[in-house]
């Protein structure tokens, strides 16, 4: 590792631990050359999926609109913030382990559908009917935003 203060390419590493809850390692060096000290960090390469639309269009995947889409199919159902997060994440694992740089919009949808399956049958049925229509999770989630208002209405009158 080439020296901050002198750029010499001679360092030893003085100690190693682990930070950022275990997603990178800090390295504190020692130049022989200056006799200075500096810090490195070791952390895996920030992968840049992207997502292709229906239209062809790309966007950087974003795991907020699979939560949001998983939310909106919950509604009402005995499924817990951490369970649709947790979901999430499991597609996006999914995602990082299969694909290399981009993934279709509708192979998301897939994979959400199937996940949800195993979750909770009304949430399954209400993203999928809704997903197969519109193939993209942010038309699913734009769609879905009236109608649950609708149904917030609804709730509240009924009381
Ligand atoms: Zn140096």
Redesign the pocket.
């Known amino acids: 590792m080439i020296?901050p203060?002198?750029t010499?390419d001679n360092d030893r590493v003085l100690d190693s631990r682990g930070c950022e809850d275990g997603r990178a390692i800090r390295r504190r060096r020692y130049?022989n050359?200056?006799k200075?000290r500096f810090t490195t960090y070791e952390r895996v390469e920030q992968y840049a999926m992207q997502v292709v639309k229906k239209d062809g269009a790309r966007e950087p995947f974003a795991r907020e609109k699979i939560e949001h889409g998983v939310e909106r199919a919950c509604w009402k159902r005995a499924i817990s913030g951490d369970q649709i997060r947790e979901l999430a994440a499991q597609v996006e694992a999914d995602i990082q382990s299969d694909y290399e740089s981009e993934i279709p919009s509708t192979v998301i949808g897939r994979m959400v559908m199937q996940r949800l399956a195993d979750l909770d049958q009304v949430a399954y049925v209400r993203f999928a009917s809704v997903y197969r229509e519109f193939k993209d999770v942010e038309d699913f989630v734009a769609e879905l935003a009236p109608l649950r208002s609708q149904s917030d209405t609804a709730a509240v009158s009924d009381d």
């Open positions: 020296c203060h002198c010499s130049c050359h200056c200075k």
